[in-house]
């Protein structure tokens, strides 16, 4: 009898946790987890259902960052109800990692309070690294800026139209580029594109840890970054026919800068994730299948899952929860939100005043 009230006590708890998807709206992060969402999975050939590289993370502790932020991922963050994001790290500047940089720059600062502050890679020229990027990032958006501060920001005080780039050097391995809050989050170089600058990322927080490749080739770098890590993000090139009737480019783009499948299948069979992602993937019902079996043909066992868009991971100590996001179809960003034209309403008072 005392057994069966036990398993009743404990069944509750257990329903909750078989729970399929996170809503948005009403599911806090638990304090002793780190979760990652998926906000693009794709590859610059952005999708209606996939578009490019991006990841929000929330610590249990409260803090949230981006990881990447891809052409079109922007969407997916607005949909999550996240738009007063304030910290980016930065893998490396392909637009398909970067481009919607813009969007958070502008649109955000209405939620956002203090300065956007953006950690990336420097490059083999000045101008080829982070500072000189964000620097025509703003002149980009001068205009923009200029015309919303004159209007919108009136009666404000605060950071929030700033933007401060903290750029790293490339070359160094295993550098914690972030400490703060207990959390470190420590990039490494990695081989894209045979330019310098691409750099694999790790979190590392409450004994917790996860790593993304950002794109790159096979390398002992990352490899050395992913040891012991609790999940590993890996990009990968596919799915893929046969090598020999790829183009030239193709061909050449796999030497130097890509994972493809089975080679995911062998760092994760080298580092022993106990969850392994494949990522950047084109996804769909007829490549599914091929991506796992290119995969399992090195790396027989062991928790895998193709990315998606929304796909959310819980890292905690009893393990790795992959679940999806569910979110609005027709979300609003905080531009939009009633509330943010409520906490406006002084400044367009100002506003008024001074075209009286
Ligand atoms: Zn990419």
């Given at each position: 009898m005392r057994i069966a009230i036990a398993l009743l006590a404990v069944l509750p708890g257990l329903a909750a946790k078989s729970t399929?998807?996170?809503y948005s709206t009403d599911d806090t992060v638990p304090e002793d987890t780190i979760r990652i969402t998926t906000l693009g999975s794709g590859?610059?050939?952005?999708?209606r259902h996939q578009v490019a590289s991006s990841f929000l993370i929330e610590i249990g502790n409260g803090d949230k960052f981006l990881f990447d932020m891809g052409s079109g991922s922007y969407q997916n963050l607005l949909a999550t109800g996240q738009y007063a994001i304030d910290k980016v790290f930065l893998s490396h500047l392909h637009s398909d990692h970067h481009a919607d940089l813009a969007s958070l720059y502008v649109n955000a600062m209405f939620g956002r309070k203090v300065p956007l502050e953006i950690w990336g890679p420097s490059s083999e020229k000045p101008e080829l690294g982070l500072a000189a990027s964000i620097e025509g990032l703003r002149q980009f958006l001068a205009w923009d800026t200029f015309a919303r501060r004159r209007v919108d920001m009136i009666g404000r005080k605060d950071k929030g139209d700033t933007v401060i780039a903290h750029e790293f050097?490339?070359?160094?391995?295993?550098?914690?580029i972030y400490s703060r809050d207990g959390v470190n989050i420590t990039a490494t170089p990695v081989e894209h594109y045979t330019t310098g600058g691409p750099s694999a990322l790790r979190v590392d927080w409450n004994s917790l840890s996860f790593v993304y490749s950002g794109d790159t080739h096979p390398t002992r770098t990352l490899n050395e970054l992913a040891e012991?890590?609790?999940m590993l993000i890996q990009q990968i090139m596919g799915?893929?026919?046969?090598?020999?009737?790829?183009s030239f480019e193709s061909q050449y783009l796999l030497n130097t800068s890509h994972f493809t499948p089975a080679q995911a299948g062998e760092i994760f069979n080298l580092t022993k994730p106990r969850l392994a992602v494949i990522h950047h993937a084109t996804v769909n019902d007829a490549s599914r299948e091929a991506l796992v079996s290119d995969v399992r043909d090195k790396y027989p066992k062991g928790g895998l899952v193709i990315n998606e868009d929304l796909a959310v991971y819980d890292i905690s100590k009893e393990g790795v929860r992959h679940r999806k996001r569910i979110v609005p179809e027709r979300s609003w960003g905080f531009w939009h939100a009633e509330s943010n034209w409520n906490s406006l309403e002084a400044g367009q008072q100002q506003f008024a005043a001074l075209y009286k």
């Amino acid at each position: 009898m005392r057994i069966a009230i036990a398993l009743l006590a404990v069944l509750p708890g257990l329903a909750a946790k078989s729970t399929p998807w996170v809503y948005s709206t009403d599911d806090t992060v638990p304090e002793d987890t780190i979760r990652i969402t998926t906000l693009g999975s794709g590859t610059p050939d952005v999708r209606r259902h996939q578009v490019a590289s991006s990841f929000l993370i929330e610590i249990g502790n409260g803090d949230k960052f981006l990881f990447d932020m891809g052409s079109g991922s922007y969407q997916n963050l607005l949909a999550t109800g996240q738009y007063a994001i304030d910290k980016v790290f930065l893998s490396h500047l392909h637009s398909d990692h970067h481009a919607d940089l813009a969007s958070l720059y502008v649109n955000a600062m209405f939620g956002r309070k203090v300065p956007l502050e953006i950690w990336g890679p420097s490059s083999e020229k000045p101008e080829l690294g982070l500072a000189a990027s964000i620097e025509g990032l703003r002149q980009f958006l001068a205009w923009d800026t200029f015309a919303r501060r004159r209007v919108d920001m009136i009666g404000r005080k605060d950071k929030g139209d700033t933007v401060i780039a903290h750029e790293f050097d490339y070359k160094i391995e295993k550098q914690v580029i972030y400490s703060r809050d207990g959390v470190n989050i420590t990039a490494t170089p990695v081989e894209h594109y045979t330019t310098g600058g691409p750099s694999a990322l790790r979190v590392d927080w409450n004994s917790l840890s996860f790593v993304y490749s950002g794109d790159t080739h096979p390398t002992r770098t990352l490899n050395e970054l992913a040891e012991g890590t609790d999940m590993l993000i890996q990009q990968i090139m596919g799915p893929l026919p046969a090598f020999d009737t790829l183009s030239f480019e193709s061909q050449y783009l796999l030497n130097t800068s890509h994972f493809t499948p089975a080679q995911a299948g062998e760092i994760f069979n080298l580092t022993k994730p106990r969850l392994a992602v494949i990522h950047h993937a084109t996804v769909n019902d007829a490549s599914r299948e091929a991506l796992v079996s290119d995969v399992r043909d090195k790396y027989p066992k062991g928790g895998l899952v193709i990315n998606e868009d929304l796909a959310v991971y819980d890292i905690s100590k009893e393990g790795v929860r992959h679940r999806k996001r569910i979110v609005p179809e027709r979300s609003w960003g905080f531009w939009h939100a009633e509330s943010n034209w409520n906490s406006l309403e002084a400044g367009q008072q100002q506003f008024a005043a001074l075209y009286k």
